[in-house]
């Protein structure tokens, strides 16, 4: 194994999870606009939906591009451990904590704090506009945005806090840094896999309405040929004589 391996996999691995966190983040804001300010979202659509959605995708490139391929530093990896230890820039507190705040910190506080105070909006709201059955007309989306919020929490705030514990920690504790780099770095790979089913959730009773689960994902579109009327053959009665037309 190669320390060039080494390089593109901390760069690929911190760049992807930086870029997924910030698009949920951006998302959570956008959904708040799309609601409540839907014609300023659209009046400045480049600046409110593009602009911010480009830059998930670049900078969090051109920051880890930086740090891990062109910072004056020198690393040594250890090839046994997850992304190989971490490039030579984790070692200077500076970046340390600055790449851990922009990358990860930051968007998952966005993530589940927009959630929330977008789910008490919404609900306080239509308390105001004194609407009936609020539970019940908005438990799917309570539910969903919850989730959404509860899941990334869950997985993502026991890494961020343990891997900051092992890096300031004084004594470093092998049952600690085992831990860490056996359990917790993994754990935000759940978010992956589980993202998508909490969002299927919400869009449970319109793929389960009045059509099939798969007429929806295929579209599919069965017709049939029916007359519109039935001819009946008509009789006519004339005097003695009976004629049958056929129509």
């Known amino acids: ?67 891990v391929f062109l910072y004056p530093c020198t690393s040594n990896f250890i090839y046994t451990v997850y992304v190989c230890g971490a490039p030579c820039y984790f070692r200077i507190a500076f970046w340390q904590i600055f790449s851990w ?64 514990v092992n890096n300031y920690n004084l004594v470093q504790s ?6 860490f780099t056996e359990y917790f770095c993994l754990v935000p790979f759940i978010t992956v896999t589980l993202c998508p089913f909490v969002c299927f959730f919400g869009l449970w009773r319109e793929l389960h309405g009045e059509r099939r689960l798969m007429d929806v994902v295929f579209r599919r579109h069965g017709g049939t040929v029916e007359p519109i009327a039935t001819l009946r053959p008509a009789i006519i009665t004339r005097k003695n004589n009976t004629i049958a037309i056929n129509n």
């Open 1 to 67: 194994m190669s320390p060039i391996f080494c390089q593109w996999w901390c760069f690929v691995n911190n760049s992807l999870y930086a870029t997924g966190l910030w698009i949920m983040a951006v998302g959570s804001i956008e959904r708040h606009l799309f609601i409540f300010n839907s014609a300023l979202l659209k009046k400045y659509k480049i600046i409110l939906r593009y602009f911010p959605l480009i830059s998930c995708f670049l900078l969090p490139v051109c920051f880890y591009i930086f740090l």
């Open 101 to 164: 705040l922009v990358s990860y910190g930051i968007p998952v506080f966005i993530l589940v704090i927009a959630n929330i105070i977008l789910t008490a909006r919404i609900m306080c709201h239509k308390r105001r506009m004194k609407q009936k059955n609020i539970w019940s007309k908005n438990a799917r989306m309570f539910f969903q945005l919850i989730s959404v919020a509860a899941l990334y929490a869950v997985c993502w705030v026991p890494f961020l806090i343990s891997g900051q």
């Open 174 to 179: 092998q049952i600690a840094s085992s831990l």
